[in-house]
């Protein structure tokens, strides 16, 4: 299984998770966890998905989300899970 962390941030909207999840099925991503709250109209929402059925390079979703972030007015970022860990550990 390889994991990454998909990460969400911005002002509240209608549909950011229905869009975000449209993405990660359509490219064969699974989501193994997910976690989302609004605060004070801002939405966050952190995922962890299996991406060992897709097919795109890492990258490229990574590219493909960041760009979908900024059509709907939030911010997307993807790690691979071995760097969000590394970059977490104490």
Same mark, same amino acid.
């Given at each position: *299984?390889?994991?990454?962390?998909?990460?969400?941030?911005?002002?509240?909207?209608? #549909?950011?998770? +229905?869009?975000?999840?449209?993405? @990660?099925?359509?490219?064969?991503?699974?989501?193994?966890?997910?976690?989302?709250?609004?605060?004070?109209?801002?939405?966050? *929402?952190?995922?962890?998905?299996?991406?060992?059925?897709?097919?795109?390079?890492? #990258?490229?979703? +990574?590219?493909?989300?960041?760009? @979908?972030?900024?059509?709907?007015?939030?911010?997307?970022?993807?790690?691979?899970?071995?760097?969000?860990?590394?970059?977490?550990?104490?």
């Amino acid at each position: *299984m390889k994991k990454t962390i998909i990460t969400v941030v911005g002002k509240d909207t209608v #549909g950011i998770i +229905a869009r975000v999840c449209t993405y @990660l099925a359509e490219n064969k991503v699974n989501i193994l966890d997910i976690s989302q709250t609004i605060v004070q109209d801002y939405f966050t *929402m952190m995922m962890v998905v299996d991406v060992s059925g897709m097919d795109k390079q890492h #990258g490229d979703m +990574a590219d493909e989300l960041e760009a @979908l972030g900024k059509e709907i007015g939030v911010v997307i970022k993807c790690q691979k899970e071995e760097i969000f860990d590394q970059m977490h550990r104490i």
